[in-house]
């Protein structure tokens, strides 16, 4: 156990400073694998669906996170108050709502593991069987 | 004012001029204001859709209707665009306002690429621009930079027609108005104001000015000429139609060219024939010497020099004697011409008859009407002149009455008168017209016998002469007496070369008669100084 903290910790600043990120689902998901177009879509608001047509909900990380920034630039290669900008806009439109947000990894995994339409990303870490991986992100550097 | 004075010439074609630039320019400038104005609102609708790019996307990218709304919304706010649509594939997610039912144009679309991904189209933006609005601001904007080009012209047109008028057209209408008024002669000039001192107007006038000045002296020296040469006119005129004498020109050696009133007195001709127009020659149709006078005019032009002679007129006077004019023909003008002649004429009728009057006086008896003794001498002095030794016989016949001096005393002086006037009768019945008879004393009688042809002759006719004396004479009522006669006869030449010896001759015959007995004929005879052969 203390082996796997001291990797942990190792690992930590590596992910917390441009390391791997991984988009996690609930393991019940039948989903194994999602494109990046795919992920795009459902952190930006467009699909509010999995591919099959599950019910998607999408959870996102506390603003001014240095993870939410790597993430999102990864991903749209968007900055992150361009991100907020874009949802600003489709809030002020109405009828739309941002994901809802959490403060840490370990929050968040656990809102997955318990949520089976849930969708998240955190950075690469061993992770319970609540939750799997369907994409791995690695930073632009 | 005048259609086509100056003014009105340059105004028209200022205005024209500027008129048609107005319309070029403005045609021009409309089009391409309008293009401009087109193209504007044309960008702007490009802008607007650029403006509001983002968001559509965004809208069009989620899908959603509220924000696509919003945005068509907000462009349908806008004047130039009428409608506004944001479709995401076949579905439209926002629209407003609507299109025209026949677009003129194309609606104005954009692509919407997808916010996080520059390859996906997500969807389509389309606006419909307001044409007419946008076509109603060119036009504005294009007619309102037109007037304003148009009104700059006019005002730039007026301007340079008020210079013009002002510097050109007004001094140049003054000048010719100025000029117009003055009748060269009148001393008008035209005045150089200071403004034109310089230029050409200026010039211009200052050299009519000049002009004018030549012209007036010219006018004045011509004038003072006209005078000079009226006023002898006038006089030559007076003296042409007031002189009593007869003035005229004649051409080609007598057709009458103009004559003066004193020459149509004289002629009796018509003053109204027109000079040049008689055919006739006058020399024939005025006088009655028509040869001579013709001769006169030819002479004169033949040797250029005056002849002149007294003429008789066709024309006799009121009293029916003949006219008589004393004629001077003398070349005019000068040699090139053809024979011109003046003629002038004066009346010498008055002269001419008084000569004829105190020659005949002189010549003749004034009891018988014979010719007397300076007349018989005279003649006697020509017919030995006149003729040549030849054919020039002739006889001098001395006649003196035997039984005169006792009528006179006894019946007295106008029975002597009218012996006398009956002896002188008798003779020049008896001898011929070309005879001469003359009285040359108291009852002295001399005959010139001409062409006494040989003395027979002679002889025949003194004896005529002595028997016609035997008819007797009343020398009162009732009382008749017969009165003889002693001739005394010489002949020319054989007598006497000379009239003194001739009479000489004929006296010593006729002495000869009154010794042995008188009534008789004797004819000189030279050898014994004593006539010769006597008559009965």
């Known amino acids: ?141 | 004012m005048n259609i086509r004075s100056l003014h009105i010439k340059v105004s028209l074609s200022v205005a024209t001029a500027a008129l048609l630039v107005v319309a070029l320019s403005s045609q021009y400038f409309y089009q391409h204001s309008y293009q401009q104005s087109f193209a504007d609102s044309e960008r702007s609708v490009q802008q607007l859709l650029e403006t509001v790019r983002a968001t559509a996307a965004i809208a069009a990218y989620v899908g959603n209707r509220e924000l696509a709304q919003q945005v068509v919304d907000g462009l349908a706010q806008n004047d130039i665009v009428t409608g506004a649509r944001i479709t995401v594939g076949n579905e439209v997610i926002g629209q407003q306002g609507k299109a025209p039912p026949n677009p003129r144009r194309a609606p104005v679309t954009l692509a919407l690429y997808g916010p996080f991904d520059e390859e996906e189209i997500v969807g389509e933006l389309a606006v419909m621009p307001n044409s007419s609005l946008i076509e109603l601001r060119a036009r504005d904007s294009a007619m309102a930079t037109a007037i304003g080009l148009a009104a700059q012209a006019a005002v730039v047109a007026l301007l340079v027609l008020i210079l013009v008028y002002w510097m050109m057209t007004r001094p140049l209408v003054n000048l010719s108005g100025r000029l117009h008024r003055i009748t060269p002669g009148d001393g008008g000039r035209i005045p150089v104001t200071g403004l034109h001192r310089g230029d050409e107007i200026g010039q211009l006038s200052g050299d009519i000015n000049a002009l004018l000045h030549t012209v007036e002296a010219m006018l004045e020296e011509e004038r003072q000429l006209r005078h000079r040469v009226e006023l002898l006119e006038t006089r030559f005129r007076g003296i042409f139609e007031d002189s009593s004498a007869g003035i005229f020109l004649v051409r080609d050696g007598g057709l009458l060219i103009t004559a003066n009133p004193a020459f149509f007195r004289l002629t009796g001709l018509s003053e109204q024939q027109p000079a040049g127009s008689g055919h006739e020659n006058l020399a024939n149709s005025v006088f009655l010497d028509s040869l001579e006078a013709g001769s006169l005019i030819q002479l004169a032009a033949v040797t250029g020099r005056p002849h002149s002679a007294d003429l008789r007129l066709r024309q006799s006077m009121a009293d029916g004697r003949e006219r008589w004019v004393h004629c001077i023909f003398s070349p005019a003008g000068s040699r090139q011409q053809t024979a011109t002649i003046e003629g002038v004429m004066y009346d010498v009728t008055e002269r001419k008859h008084a000569e004829r009057r105190s020659r005949e006086l002189a010549e003749t008896d004034t009891l018988t009407g014979l010719s007397n003794r300076q007349s018989v001498e005279d003649a006697l002095h020509t017919l030995i002149n006149q003729r040549g030794p030849g054919d020039n016989r002739f006889a001098v016949l001395l006649i003196d009455l035997d039984r005169f001096k006792f009528i006179n005393d006894t019946y007295g002086h106008d029975a002597g008168d009218r012996v006398l006037v009956a002896i002188a009768q008798r003779l020049r019945k008896l001898v011929r017209d070309s005879d001469v008879v003359a009285r040359i004393g108291g009852d002295e009688f001399l005959l010139l016998l001409n062409h006494a042809g040989n003395l027979q002759m002679v002889q025949r006719i003194a004896q005529k002469i002595l028997d016609a004396q035997q008819v007797p004479i009343a020398v009162q009522p009732g009382v008749l007496e017969v009165v003889g006669m002693s001739i005394g006869i010489a002949l020319y030449p054989e007598h006497g070369d000379n009239p003194l010896s001739l009479r000489k001759h004929a006296d010593q015959a006729m002495y000869q008669v009154k010794r042995s007995g008188k009534n008789r004929f004797a004819i000189y005879d030279p050898s014994h100084d004593h006539s010769i052969s006597q008559g009965e």
């Open chain 1, 1 to 141: 156990m203390s082996r796997l903290l001291l990797i942990l910790l190792l690992w930590l600043p590596a992910s917390a400073f441009g390391t791997d990120i991984v988009v996690v689902v609930h393991a019940s998901n039948p989903l194994t694998q999602l494109q990046q177009k795919q992920v795009v879509d459902l952190f930006m608001g467009r699909a509010s669906s999995f591919p099959n047509g599950a019910p998607a909900r999408t959870f996102d990380w506390n603003a001014g996170l240095p993870l939410r920034e790597l993430f999102y630039k990864s991903l749209t290669g968007k900055s992150e108050a361009q991100v907020d900008a874009y949802w600003a806009t489709l809030v002020f439109a109405g009828r739309m709502s941002p994901p809802q947000q959490f403060p840490s990894d370990q929050a968040i995994i656990d809102a997955v593991a318990k949520d089976p339409s849930a969708i998240a990303y955190v950075p690469a870490q061993p992770l319970p069987k609540g939750v799997k991986v369907v994409m791995e992100l690695s930073p632009t550097p």
